[in-house]
């Protein structure tokens, strides 16, 4: 008799369990996903092909294998013309340069970059 008891107070616990667990994931799968606000860290390795277009949104930061951070909120990048940009604010530093505008170009082809709009730019003594 205690053994019957045991057993069916092991299975209730089982069955309760599953529930709870069924329950969570059923719950969890109707919640809409929403993106991270905090900055990801990734090492992605973005080589474009010449035809691949690309905009990554919200708290953007670049960094370059020379140091240079650039921070924005939607980066485009358009392979065929080989175009980097974006008609937000955006931030560029390295060791103790800042520079900050409301827009950047940048056009890989011809080797030139634009910082538009009212720029602010900053060089003191810091980290080289």
Known sequence: MKTRFAAAAILGM?????LAVAGTLI???????????GAVASSA????????NLEIRKNVVLTSSDGVRLETNVLRWQGAEKRLWTDEPVRISRGGAVADGSSL???MGEE?????????????EGNQ
């Open 45 to 52: 390795d973005l080589r474009f092909q010449a035809t691949k």
């Open 27 to 37: 719950a969890k799968s109707r919640i809409p996903q929403t993106e991270t606000a």
């Open 112 to 124: 030139y970059t634009i910082l538009g709009g009212r720029v602010r730019a900053v060089f003191s």
């Open 105 to 107: 170009e940048v056009r």
């Open 14 to 18: 089982v069955v309760v369990f599953v």
